[in-house]
């Protein structure tokens, strides 16, 4: 979809919307280069010097409740006890 600079300033919600279910909304604007309005992709934000932002992982781990905790302490403990010592079979 492509739409001028003006329309786009007045039906910015609904832009967003059509940006949301796919379309690529392309904005012309006068003397200058077309934008593009897309949905983005992008991960946590990450600095200059590969340093990560506190609080760019918000809400994306789960901490396991104290039954999960213990079926993996088992799980763990039959891992340890009955698995073979060496994968190789001897």
């Known amino acids: 979809m492509q739409v001028n600079l ?4 007045e039906h910015f919600t609904d832009l967003v919307s059509a ?5 690529e909304v392309e904005i012309s604007r006068p003397d200058k280069p ?5 949905v983005s992709k ?4 990450v600095l200059k010097d590969g340093m ?3 609080g760019a992982g918000i809400g994306e781990l789960r901490v396991p409740s104290e039954e ?3 079926a993996m302490d088992l799980e763990m403990e039959r891992e340890m006890l009955d698995a073979p010592l060496t994968t190789g079979g001897i």
Request: proline share 4%.
């Open 42 to 45: 992008a991960t946590a934000p």
């Open 68 to 70: 999960e905790w213990r």
């Open 19 to 23: 940006a949301d279910s796919g379309q």
């Open 6 to 9: 003006q329309y786009a300033e």
């Open 52 to 54: 990560r932002v506190l």
């Open 34 to 38: 077309a934008l593009k309005l897309v």
